[in-house]
Each structure stands twice: as structure tokens, then as C-alpha cells.
């Protein structure tokens, strides 16, 4: 459940990121895409993260939520490793660029689910202390 914090705390700062910096960031995705293990990268962290979710999904105040999303990144980490690394480099870059003007919205709703994530991690463990 820590690392699902964890990673609710990473959001959160990448949220925080989209909220004040829009411009910045999609340049940050575009040069990101540009590094050689960029691909690599992508997959490895999403089969991580996906089977992470997984296996703490239980120790979680929302199991079912928490082993969906789990499931949703190890489908998108499998995705990608069948996707061509040109392909995923043009789908960043594009939607870096098409998307920079609506970061700043989509940085509010991400702080406010990472955030939920957070709390619905660990929740629990703060709740049932003395």
C-alpha cells in the first residue's frame, strides 16, 4: 500500500507540474520521448506499477478499484510492448503538443485524484491508529 502512495505521490507532483507549468511540461514529455529508453521505460514502469497495484490492492480501502486500475496499467504496459517504439514516440509527441493547452484542467482533476489515491492507500492505517 505504500508504493500505491507512493505513486499517488509522484501524480501529485506531476499534477502540480500541469497545473503551473502547462507549457513545460509538454516540452518535458516531448524531450523525454526523444531519450533511447524512453520506450523501455514506459512499458517496464506501467507492468511494475500495474502488478504493484495488484498485489497491494487488498491492503487498500477500495480493493476493487485499486486491482481495476492495476489491471488497466498491466493492459496499457502490454500494449505498448507490441506497439512500435516510432509509433509511441509519435503518439508522446502529439499528444504533448495538441494536449499543452488543456493541462492546466487536467492538472486540477489529477491533484484532486492523487490526492484520493493517497488517502485511499493508507487511509486506513492512519485512521485505525490510536
Known amino acids: 500500500m505504500y508504493f500505491i502512495a507512493a505513486f499517488g505521490l509522484l501524480m501529485f507532483y506531476f499534477s502540480l507540474m500541469m497545473l503551473f507549468r502547462p507549457h513545460a511540461f509538454a516540452q518535458a514529455i516531448i524531450n523525454f520521448s526523444e531519450w533511447p529508453y524512453f520506450h523501455p521505460f514506459e512499458i517496464i514502469s506501467r507492468l511494475i506499477a500495474g502488478g504493484l497495484f495488484v498485489a497491494y490492492a ?18 496499457v504496459g502490454t500494449g505498448l510492448a507490441l506497439t512500435p517504439q516510432a509509433l509511441h514516440k509519435k503518439f508522446a509527441v502529439q499528444s504533448a503538443t495538441s494536449c499543452k493547452n488543456y493541462f492546466r ?12 489515491l493517497i488517502y485511499a492507500s493508507v487511509g486506513q492505517v492512519i485512521v485505525q491508529q490510536p
Open 105 to 116: 484542467f487536467i492538472g486540477v482533476v489529477s491533484v484532486v485524484l492523487a490526492v484520493a
Open 58 to 75: 487488498g491492503d487498500t480501502q477500495f480493493p476493487l478499484v485499486f486491482e481495476m486500475i492495476g489491471l488497466v496499467l498491466l493492459l
